[in-house]
């Protein structure tokens, strides 16, 4: 596997926010190419665990491989856990291996490299390739499901809640009539129908379009706000949750979650006084999402879209 296959993003800054303690147990949702994970987990010692979890079995293979071979050259004290998951479900992991609780929890929310180069997984416009898109490939529905049989009402609301599209409807209605005609079954005759009706798009309008099919067909979104809202339960106080977040639909997932739970009262404010009897969970790390710098952006174009934030557990 090249070196370059994947370059961890923000990584510095990842780990320092971490504050990673040598015998803590530290838990990466999105192992991914294992960049991030492999940082952490020569940061800790013999009574130490480091956790990596993905959904995407070849994530995980691929990782398991890199692991053990920087382990070899570098020998690591820490316990090494490596399984294959959603992250909304890291609680099951935990359990497995007798786990209470955690001292910090990292996201990279972007998509692997690897995701996008392999051509035949369908997540990127430039391949032709089946409409699959699923990180796990043994999830039943792939993308070609949603975009052949969704209604035109719920083709719209993808494309307008997870794309970002202006004037949804009219793009749903041309697939709608396109696969009536014929069954839309790869990544080339999809850029071709949209191309039909709008002349060539930009590639920054397709991915936005393969963005939102690629949300709706993991869950994306949704696997975020229960992980979220998970971590909290299994935080240790003082233990971290730190996220990379790569474009709004989840950046502000992030920000409201890691607000709201920095609040004592989260009452509306109509109300004369406060009667959730709220108490904070979360201490504000970072007031505002940490960018990448100039040089590394250079270096990582993935880097440039990245936004980081990061809470401390309190008051358990």
């Known amino acids: 596997m090249s070196d370059n296959y994947h370059i961890p993003v923000l990584l510095n800054e990842c780990v320092e926010h971490l504050n990673i303690k040598k ?5 990466d949702f999105t192992l991914g190419g294992g960049g991030h994970f492999a940082e952490i987990a020569k940061m800790l010692g013999k009574d130490g665990i480091a956790i990596g979890i993905d959904r995407d079995l070849t994530a995980v293979e691929r990782a398991t491989l890199k692991w053990s071979t920087i382990s070899e050259a570098e020998p690591v004290e820490a316990k090494i856990i490596i399984e294959q998951s959603p992250f909304s479900q890291f609680a099951e992991i935990l359990q497995k291996h007798k786990i209470e609780k955690i001292d910090g929890i990292l996201m990279d929310l972007g998509v692997s490299s690897h995701q996008f180069d392999e051509g035949e997984r369908g997540f990127s416009y430039r391949s032709d390739a089946l409409l699959d898109m699923r990180m796990n490939r043994n999830d039943e529905k792939n ?3 949603i975009i052949n049989f969704a209604s035109e009402s719920e083709l719209a609301e993808i494309l307008g809640e997870y794309g970002e599209v202006r004037n949804p409807q009219r793009m749903a209605k041309k697939i709608v009539v ?3 005609l014929k069954k839309i079954e790869t990544t080339g005759e999809f850029v071709a129908i949209l191309n039909e009706e709008y002349g060539n798009l930009q590639n920054a309008v397709l991915s936005k379009i393969f963005q939102a099919f690629r949300i709706a067909v993991n869950s994306e979104l949704d696997e975020l706000k229960t992980a979220l809202q998970t971590s909290l339960e299994y935080l240790n106080t003082g233990g971290r949750i730190v996220v990379l977040s790569y474009h709004s639909l989840e950046d502000r997932i992030v920000k409201n979650f890691l607000r709201d739970n ?3 009262c989260v009452c509306p404010r109509e109300l004369p006084k406060c009667v959730c009897e709220g ?3 979360l201490e504000l790390i970072t007031k505002k999402s940490l960018v990448a710098k100039d040089d590394e952006i250079s270096d990582n174009r993935r880097a ?3 936004k980081l934030r990061c809470g401390e557990r309190i008051n358990l």
Do not use: L, T
């Open 23 to 27: 015998d803590g147990i530290y838990c």
């Open 143 to 145: 993308a070609a499901d």
């Open 178 to 180: 396109s696969r009536k």
């Open 262 to 264: 920095a609040q004592n």
């Open 279 to 281: 108490k904070a969970k």
């Open 304 to 306: 440039r879209s990245a």
